[in-house]
Each structure stands twice: as C-alpha cells, then as structure tokens.
C-alpha cells in the first residue's frame, strides 16, 4: 500500500512538472534565430527546428553558473535542451556565427540575469563572430530593459 501511495505521488510530482514547464521554440531561419532573445522560467525546454545546415551550440563563459552547455549536431532537427539554472544562456550556430546566428535565453525572473557580467567579460574570449555576439547580447538587454519597464 505504501509502495502504491509512493508511485501515486511520483507521478503526480512528474505530472505537474509537465504542466508546468513551458516548451519555446527557436527556428533556424536562413542564418539567424528566431525569436533571438527567448524568456523562460526554470524547468522550460527549448526546442530547435529549422536545423538543417545549422548546430546549436553555447558560448563558453555565457551559461549561468552550475548550467551544463549544449552542443547539438548539425541538422538536429527537434534538438530539445532543458534550461535549470537562473541566468543567460548566449548560443551560437558553429559555421554562421559571423552572419549573426547568435541567440540568447534569459531563464528566470532576477533582471538582469546574475551572471550578465561575466557574459560581458566573456565576449574578449570569442575570436570569431565577436561582433556577432556583442550585438545579440546587447538586443538581449534591450529585451529586459523593455520587459522591466512594462
Ligand atoms: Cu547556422
């Protein structure tokens, strides 16, 4: 009976989680993502669609602190990462890096996110697409700045 009780509640404790979480998509389109900055809560999932010919992959330095990175494969289609940690979460599609396909996810409700000021740091380390990557970040602070505002 208790064993019945303890699988009852486990699957209850599973079934809210579902509830909850939120799945985002992010669409490969050409060589950009869209939407390009993403909010989510923890828990969330992103999905990538519109893979083929592109991979999505963290930027070193730009996760929060405890996150795991990702690195997909090329033409993943569906590829789908659970995002945990509070914080900034920078990506970037390995080979159009350069024509601007960087991304940004902003998990939680702490604006601006804890670790913004080591992504900024961490923006000297990128050798290709630096660029790139500043003008995603700065769209992503423009994304918070309107959604505090509001
Ligand atoms: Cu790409």
């Not at 998990?107 to 995603?136: E, F, H, Q």
């Amino acid at each position: 009976m208790f064993l019945f009780k303890f699988l009852l509640f486990s699957v209850f404790l599973c079934w809210t989680q579902l509830v909850l979480s939120v799945e985002h998509t992010v669409k490969g389109v050409v060589t950009k993502w869209k939407p390009m900055v993403t909010f989510a809560q923890p828990g969330d999932t992103i999905k990538f669609v519109g893979m083929i010919g592109h991979n999505t992959v963290t930027i070193d330095g730009m996760i929060p602190d405890g996150a795991k990175g990702w690195e997909s494969k090329y033409g993943d289609e569906g590829y789908t990462v659970t995002v945990n940690e509070e914080g900034a979460y920078i990506f970037k599609c390995t080979p159009h890096i350069t024509t601007g396909m960087v991304g940004a996810i902003v998990v939680g409700d702490d604006m601006p996110p804890t670790n913004l000021a080591t992504v900024d740091k961490s923006v000297s380390k990128v050798t290709i697409g630096k660029s790139m990557v500043k003008r995603t970040i700065k769209k992503m602070k423009k994304a918070i700045a309107s959604r505090t505002d509001s």
